[in-house]
């Protein structure tokens, strides 16, 4: 199973980023996929997720900011980020669950400047 994540910079408050993760390896269509960041010093959290049927969820600190997609032919899941805060500055994990398995990207960092 491969996770690529991209789309990761360094952007001052308000604006906007579009991460992408490709995926190989794995049936992308039927596997539930995750957004997850991690600041320094801090936990790993979930941001956002998305499930083959395309039911989302989403952290309450980022609801009505970040929407979370995918599209199953490029096997690829995104997450457009909004109104981004200097709170945002993490590194940033896709993540996949697949046969009771959870794979993980390698991180993509976004760093957002007050």
């Known amino acids: 199973v491969q996770l690529q994540a991209c789309g990761g910079g360094l952007v001052q408050a308000g604006g906007s980023l579009r991460l992408s993760c490709a995926a190989g390896?794995?049936?992308?269509?039927?596997?539930?996929m995750g957004w997850y960041r991690q600041a320094p010093g801090k936990q790993r959290e979930l941001v956002a997720s998305?499930?083959?049927?395309?039911?989302?969820n989403y952290a309450d600190s980022v609801k009505g900011r970040f929407t979370i997609s995918r599209d199953n032919v490029k096997a690829t899941v995104y997450l457009q980020m909004s109104s981004l805060k200097p709170e945002d500055t993490a590194v940033y994990y896709c993540?996949?669950?697949?046969?009771?398995?959870?794979?993980w990207g390698q991180g993509t960092q976004v760093t957002v400047s007050s």
């Open positions: 390896g794995i049936i992308f269509s039927i596997a539930p």
């Open positions: 993540n996949a669950r697949v046969a009771g398995s959870v794979y």
């Open positions: 998305i499930t083959s049927a395309r039911t989302t």
